[in-house]
Nanobody
Framework: QVQVVESGGGLVQAGGSLRLSCTASAQTFEKYAMGWFRQAPGKEREFVAAWRGHGTRNYRDSVTGRFTISRDNAKKSVYLRMNSLKLEDTAVYYC?????????????WGQGTQVTVSS
């Protein structure tokens, strides 16, 4: 079982920035795909960004150019830097891991961290 813990959410004005952090208790963390997802009230959970085991990074279209995913394997951590935040970015953000590294089977999830963007 992999423990996943997110942190860094909060309240920010539109146009502002936040950095989310996620740690995973995986022995071979460097092989894991790491992803960020979000769920807004009344909506389904959606993909935000991922860093797959072979180094590929991808983002949903609406955050491309504003959000950046990064990772520090020594700290078993992944980060999501969010710039130019918009009202529609308000959601609970979740971190997830895929031990296969492929980013197709997100088996372990954190509890989520709330991001609220105000006008």
């Amino acid at each position: 079982q992999v423990q996943v813990v997110e942190s860094g959410g909060g309240l920010v004005q539109a146009g502002g920035s936040l950095r989310l952090s996620c740690t995973a208790s995986a022995q071979t963390f460097e092989k894991y795909a790491m992803g960020w997802f979000r769920q807004a009230p009344g909506k389904e959970r959606e993909f935000v960004a991922a860093w797959r085991g072979h180094g590929t990074r991808n983002y949903r279209d609406s955050v491309t150019g504003r959000f950046t995913i990064s990772r520090d394997n020594a700290k078993k951590s992944v980060y999501l830097r969010m710039n130019s935040l918009k009202l529609e970015d308000t959601a609970v953000y979740y971190c997830a891991t895929d031990p296969t590294g492929l980013g197709l089977s997100w088996n372990f999830w954190g509890q989520g961290t709330q991001v609220t963007v105000s006008s």
